[in-house]
Each structure stands twice: as C-alpha cells, then as structure tokens.
C-alpha cells in the first residue's frame, strides 16, 4: 500500500514550521511511546534516544525530556549508566537539542504499585527518595533547570489503606527533603508538580491546579516550586484548563506545561495537541503568548497506536504546527479593529467605577462607595454584546475572518 508522503517540515507551508526559537519539547516517552494500552501489545518497535533526538530536531523541536528511565534502564549498572549519557550528550551535541526537563519515573515498576512517596511501606517511600535523588543528579548533567513530579501512583484504590491527612504529610516530607537536596546540592532547578485526578490509581491526590498551588504554598521552600499542569489531566476532572493555567501564571507558579488533547471526561488519552478540543486550545495560546510564558512548550502527547514510525513524526510536527497556527490566529484575533472596539466597548473602562476601584480600600473609597447611588435594573437590562464577540472568535479560528 503506498502510503502518503511523510509530512515533513520541508513539505508544509514555512509560515508555520517550527523552529528552534519556539520553545518546542517533547519527552522521550512520547514519541517513543510504542502503543501499548490495556487492551493491546506493542504496535511500534523500540526508538532509540538517539533517533529521537535526531527526528525531533530536523522537525524543528528545540528540547528533549526525560525520565531516568527513559535513557538509563532501571537496573543498569555505574558504567552502563555512563556510557548511555556520554552516547545521549553527543547525540544532544550533534543534533542542537538541549535537555529543558527531567523527571522520574516512580510509576511503572511493580515496586511503586502502591505509590511512592506516600507508600504505605517506609521501604518504598525511602527507595523513592534514593531513585529521585540519582535522577535530579542525571538531569542537572543533562542541563535540566525545571524538575517534574507527577505522582502518577500516589492515590488510593481502597479507601482504607491510606490515611488521606498522613499521605499529603508525607508527599510534603518527600518534596521538602528534594528541594532541600537541590539547594544543598547548589542546583539551579525549579520544581514543578503535575496534578492528575485518576490513573493508573482509581483517585490521586492533589489532583488539580488548585489542589497543587495550595499544597505548594505549605512547603518549605515555596519559591523553588510551581506547577506543571497538563490539558488531558484538567479535561479529565472536567475543568476549564485556560482558567487553571491563567490562575498558575497570575501566582507566578506555571514553570512547565503538558501540551496535548483530551476527547473530555475519561481515560487520559495523551492526544496530538490541538486534535479535539480547538476553540479551547487557541484561547489557552492566546493566554499563554499574551502573557509572555517564556517556558517549554511541551508535548506529552503520543501518537495514535494506528500509527508506524512515519506517523509518529507526522503527530509531532502537528503538535508543532497547530500551536504556532493558534498563535497567529490569535494575534490576528486581537490585532482586530472590531474585536478591539468591542472589547474596549464591553469593559468601560472610563466608567468612573472603574477608577473608583481601581484605588482598593481607603476610608475615601469606602465613603464614595457608600454614597454611590446605583441602578441595578438599568445595569440588569445592559446587553454584553458576548454573541457577537465569541461569532468572531469562532470566524477567526476557522479562518474566515
Ligand atoms: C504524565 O502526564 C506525566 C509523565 O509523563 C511525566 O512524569 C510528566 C512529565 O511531563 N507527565
Ligand atoms: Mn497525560
Ligand atoms: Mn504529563
């Protein structure tokens, strides 16, 4: 059967490619994700690290991820593990990629099944701790400078068998302890924790945003801490993800981010970004470019398990050009006339409420305030035009405007 021509960065309109200045990371599970799920075996061979690093970057990416794992194979021994990074180095070398993130893998060996730190068992819980500290130690040699946890297995399948309050004292203790190494350590490495509501465990703890930034705020080196927040994993829980990112930005916490796509409430699919949910993800662009996020643009995404090898680089320049494609239909979309005038029009911001407030609490602003005289039913019978306004968007995102 003749397939189609690969889609190569060569092939595609230019105004789109990706290049290096865009920030573009994937991790080394995504594109070497060989398709395996619950139902069914492998559908891709192995891809070398090396490959990987190669293909990403004549794509246009500009950073690798890793989970020790990912490079260094959990038994290895002292010189196999060296002679893997000096081979992974050179490949970073030839090929202009650098390594933005590093993570740990505490999910896939049977040993974390009941989680890792907040393992019922003291053994694991230290094993966890000694396994993350080899790997902050391989990702700053790599050059990492953001540190990710996800605690994929740190939840409950029977209620019974974790005290709730014990297991967020115990992830506290955990993430206390590695920054504390980092800092001993003079590493220059932020953390970022990455929130999931469910699997591979039937409930996770801090499984949102919010849950995140609050528990961020009880540790004791807050400043080194943000959070990594994932599209799949908020659609998961039915959230709006533009508003969790808008809030971790606003705290000055959003020190990494999952690009990909969900189909809504159900297993995380890990979907190309951009492949569903299209209207929320050229909002969460616009949100992210408007803000001047100067982090990664990370795609933990993997392709479809229908997809060979030539398909899973198709699904990685996707993720790399829907973004940049977003990004231009929301400058267009704010470079606007009429979306200008009606949004300046919508906010009144020569309302003298608007300069009222715009001064926060005073004895003066307390007495104007009680002394306004208001018309609630001339203000209820005001129309908000947000017909109009969302029409554009849309016309914008399907290009006819
Ligand atoms: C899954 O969403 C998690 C793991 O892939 C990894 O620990 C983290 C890094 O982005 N995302
Ligand atoms: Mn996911
Ligand atoms: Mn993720």
Redesign the pocket.
């Known amino acids: 059967m003749m397939l189609p021509p690969q889609l190569t960065s060569e092939s595609t309109s230019d105004q789109y490619k990706p290049t290096k200045k865009d920030k573009f990371s994937f991790?080394l599970?995504t594109v070497a994700n060989r398709g395996r799920d619950p139902f069914g075996d492998f559908v891709r061979p192995e891809l070398s690290p090396v490959r990987s690093v190669q293909k990403l970057s004549e794509l246009g990416a500009w950073g690798i991820?890793l989970?020790d794992n990912d490079l260094i194979p959990f038994d290895a021994a002292a010189q196999e593990r060296d002679r893997i990074v000096r081979e992974f180095k050179q490949a970073l070398s030839d090929y202009g990629m650098i390594v933005p993130?590093a993570?740990?893998?505490l999910f896939f060996h049977p040993v974390f099944k009941d989680g890792a730190f907040t393992a019922v068992s003291p053994a694991v819980r230290a094993f966890a701790l000694q396994k993350t500290m080899k790997a902050i130690d391989l990702g700053v040699e790599l050059g990492a400078t953001t540190y990710?946890?996800?605690g994929?297995r740190e939840g409950v399948d029977a209620e019974a068998s974790k005290d709730p309050i014990v297991a967020v004292k115990r992830m506290r203790d955990a993430i206390n302890f590695l920054s504390q190494y980092a800092i001993d350590k003079g590493y220059k490495l932020r953390f970022a924790l990455?929130p999931?509501p469910n699997e591979p465990r039937s409930d996770t703890y801090f499984p949102t945003i919010g849950h995140m930034l609050a528990f961020i705020y009880t540790l004791d080196h807050p400043d080194m801490i943000g959070v990594?927040p994932?599209v799949?994993?908020e659609y998961m829980s039915g959230l709006n993800f533009v508003h969790g990112v808008a809030q971790a930005l606003e705290a000055g916490k959003l020190f990494?981010i999952?690009l990909n796509d969900q189909k809504g409430p159900r297993f995380?699919q890990?979907l190309r970004f951009g492949s569903e949910n299209i209207k929320n993800l050229f909002f969460l662009v616009r949100l992210l470019e408007k803000a001047g996020y100067d982090g990664p643009r990370?795609f933990?995404a993997h392709a479809y398990r229908t997809e060979n090898e030539d398909g899973v680089w198709d699904f990685a320049l996707g993720c790399m050009r829907t973004y940049n494609i977003f990004k231009e239909k929301a400058r267009r979309f704010d470079a606007d006339p009429e979306v200008q005038q009606l949004l300046k029009e919508i906010n009144d911001e020569g309302s003298p409420y608007a300069a009222l407030l715009s001064k926060g609490y005073s004895a003066e602003t307390v007495r104007q305030l009680q002394e306004a005289t208001f018309d609630p039913d001339a203000l209820g019978r005001q129309g908000y035009s947000y017909e109009k306004l969302d029409q554009m968007s849309i016309e914008h995102i399907m290009g006819v405007r």
């Open positions: 991790g599970w991820n989970h993130m993570t740990t893998n990710v946890f996800w994929g990455e999931k990594n994932e799949a994993h990494h999952d995380d890990d990370h933990d």
